[in-house]
Antibody, heavy 120, light 108 residues
Framework: QVQLQESGPGLVKPSETLSLTCTVSGGSVSSGSFYWSWIRQPPGKGLEWIGYIYYSGYSNYSPSLKSRVTISVDTSKDQFSLRLNSVTAADTALYYC????????????WGQGTMVTVSS | EIVLTQSPGTLSLSPGERATLSCRASQSISSSYLAWYRQRPGQAPRLLIFGASSRATGIPDRFSGSGSGTDFTLTISRLEPEDFAVYYCQQYGNSFSWTFGQGTKVEI
């Protein structure tokens, strides 16, 4: 059974870069059948899709975050990563990684999420 | 970007009752690429419905989805204790900008 696990610093200073990694177990990030996404949820608020990556390295980002986001993949480690630069308090959120089938498909498997707080 | 508006914001019901949740899109969603998720406190969202009306693997038949175009509905026929949670709709018809509704909380 495929499982996703987020990891990374829980505290980031304003203007710095947020970096998170999602490790895939029970499956492979190299599967050509899936996209791998990041989604976030500010405390007490709704969900926001950040972007996705394909094993080939092809990526696609939310227009509202595109200028600050980079998602990369490491097939040798079955991991994919998120970098969000120039963070502010508005980037404080629970960050999830998720898997969805290639093409127009919903998010079928989610990690447990990791909380990131932006504060000095 | 397609904006999804969910109503009501909060639904107060009792176990065994029927819940009807609405999701309205700012423009038509192609091929009914609309999903519903349930999020219990402290947990990640779980996919319930995709393609507007198809239940995901392992989802009991008390959950049903309907609708097309811009108006979609999630119905829970008989609320179980674990169904008191927040529900989100999501459109995935535009792969350059997937969006979620703001959520409906179903409370006792």
């Amino acid at each position: 059974q495929v499982q996703l696990q987020e990891s990374g610093p829980g505290l980031v200073k304003p203007s710095e870069t947020l970096s998170l990694t999602c490790t895939v177990s029970g499956g492979s990030v190299s599967s050509g059948s899936f996209y791998w996404s990041w989604i976030r949820q500010p405390p007490g608020k709704g969900l926001e899709w950040i972007g996705y990556i394909y094993y080939s390295g092809y990526s696609n980002y939310s227009p509202s975050l595109k200028s600050r986001v980079t998602i990369s993949v490491d097939t040798s480690k079955d991991q994919f990563s998120l970098r969000l630069n120039s963070v502010t308090a508005a980037d404080t959120a629970l960050y999830y990684c998720a898997r969805h089938k290639r093409g127009n498909n919903p998010f079928e498997i989610w990690g447990q999420g990791t909380m990131v707080t932006v504060s000095s | 970007e397609i904006v999804l508006t969910q109503s009501p914001g909060t639904l107060s019901l009792s176990p065994g009752e029927r819940a009807t949740l609405s999701c309205r899109a700012s423009q038509s969603i192609s091929s009914s690429y609309l999903a519903w998720y349930r999020q219990r406190p402290g947990q990640a969202p779980r996919l319930l419905i995709f393609g507007a009306s198809s239940r995901a693997t392992g989802i009991p038949d008390r959950f049903s989805g309907s609708g097309s175009g811009t108006d979609f509905t999630l119905t829970i026929s008989r609320l179980e204790p674990e169904d008191f949670a927040v529900y989100y709709c999501q459109q995935y018809g535009n792969s350059f900008s997937w969006t979620f509704g703001q959520g409906t909380k179903v409370e006792i």
